[in-house]
């Protein structure tokens, strides 16, 4: 079972680098915004408390994202996110969510 695992892992990624940066660049934004899901709602459209963040510009996005990262917004929560990603990982995680 090992086996088919790593081959399928292999498969995939392999999958990826043929489909070119553009796949692979979508794949792995992806992977970042399951971050956001629990709170924000699947694709970034919450049915609660919290605001959506589908739909919202790329630079809205990452300038809210820059501001919890730094402090200039307060947020225990989103503060620690954001910490935790690269500044062309909140980049990714907004174009992802602009385009929802």
Same mark, same amino acid.
């Given at each position: 079972m090992r086996h088919i695992g790593k081959a399928?892992? =292999?498969a995939t990624v392999g999958a990826l680098a043929l489909?070119?940066?553009v796949m692979a660049e979508e794949a792995s934004s992806a992977v970042l915004a399951n971050t956001c899901f629990s709170c924000h709602g699947p694709d970034g459209k919450s049915a609660g408390a919290m605001p959506w963040i589908a739909g919202k510009s790329t630079d809205y996005i990452t300038t809210v994202m820059i501001d919890f990262k730094t402090g200039a917004i307060d947020s225990t929560v989103m503060q620690r996110i954001a910490k935790g990603f690269s500044d062309?990982? =909140?980049k990714a995680l907004a174009q992802y969510f602009s385009t929802k």
């Open positions: 399928l892992f =292999i489909s070119g940066p062309d990982e =909140i």
